[in-house]
């Protein structure tokens, strides 16, 4: 693969490593570590580890990410559609490990598709709180939402807006945000050999004024108290420490707080950006040291008194019509989880949970979702969506189908194929099913005797 790189790449590395030049060009010669990382919104990892069905090695610096063989295929099982796992390079999973949300918190993931960062992100709040994540790219926001949605978290806001238009609508409104911003990825290089073809020392030089752009934006963004992740999967200087070095030097406001130690990290370097001895703070991953690819963070604070936790939003004094309340309550009686009717929004027959917290700063932007979808009005009846299935977890639901993940009716169920039940795996009668594989839901199926009418949408399927 040397041959592939890029010339004025090979000599930049050459100087930034030395010695250790040699050992960073071998890596490319060795097979890529593949990881997943466990959605503690619906399994603790002990759990995870006792029912995974192919072999897993822990992350030493994800708490709950892990390694797994390239010849698993871990997409086609069950507990995939079930969101108990999202796939993710090891090393991209570090930066939303080392922002310490914590639920109730008001987060914002910038540049958030395909999600794997923002999923982890949302695990943390625990339903508490907010997180709005972000991606310029419209099509890429629609995947962003799958991935939330699969994930079964409810307090989202997904948009698809320019980043200096949300610095205007949320002047210091975020206690975490999360930038990953776009970059010339050189780390992703054994990866996606894409990127070989696309670099060149001038794209990485116009991403840096990218990144300035994007990075002062979120700084606008984030409350005094509050702390920011920068991070990329490049190892250039001039969008690393480089655009770092400009944040301190425009908002002196900010600082560089230190960042989780693990065997294989290494400290930024001063001199790759405007001498500032702080950006040792700063992390650099290198694939020679460690088993993943290539990426680079820092974590700032913005000085000021910590701000508290954002209280519930109170219900609105005005719920849905009598007609709706009615069809609503007649199926969210069977839902087992605590619900507030005054979150309760209708829009255009379709039927949102609000978040806990006032957004009312979205008016006029372009979002793709407002909470969490719960389904829609029809004539004379409530249809649940997808979503509120995944969001319900386990025993979240008064009738639920019990498969084993082994079991080929499952399959046929995410292709969207009327299955056979028997008698003994019937919990109650006729009506709403949450699907699951083992414990886990996967979606709604409509029971007619021993027939479930398979409700899981034409869009998901298999």
Sequence with gaps: MEANLPKDFITRMQEMLGEEFPLFLEHYEKPREYGLRVNTLKISCEEFESLCPFPIERIPWVPNGYFY??????????????????????????PAACLPVQPGDAVLDLCAAPGGKATELAACLRGEGILIANDISSSRAKALLRNLELFGVSNLVVTSEKPERLADRFPEFFHKILLDAPCSGEGMFRKDENLIRDWSTEKSDKLAQIQRELILDAAR??????????????????????????????????????????????PGVPRWGNEDPSLSRCVRIWPHKMRGEGHFLALLKKEGESVPLFQPKKGKKKGPDKASAALLNEF???????????????????????????????????????GLYLGDLKKNRFEPSQPLALSLGRNGFTSMIHLDPADDRISKYLKGETLNLQEEEISSPNGWQLVCAGDFPLGWGKLVGQTLKNKYPSGWRI
């Design 332 to 370: 969210f009686q069977n839902v087992k989880i605590p619900f507030d009717p005054g979150r309760v929004e209708i829009r255009n027959e379709k039927v949102y949970y609000l978040p806990p917290v006032d957004v009312s700063a979205l008016r006029g932007l372009h979002f793709l979702r407002n």
């Design 221 to 266: 963004m984030l409350r005094p108290g509050g702390l920011l992740l920068y991070s990329t999967c490049t190892f250039a200087p001039a969008e690393d420490e480089g655009t770092i070095s400009w944040l301190l030097e425009h908002c002196p406001e900010f600082s560089l707080q230190p960042l989780p130690s693990y065997p294989g990290f290494s």
């Design 69 to 94: 063989p390239p010849d698993v295929r871990p997409s086609l099982h069950p507990y995939y559609q079930a969101g108990l796992y999202y796939l993710q390079e090891p090393s991209a999973m570090t």
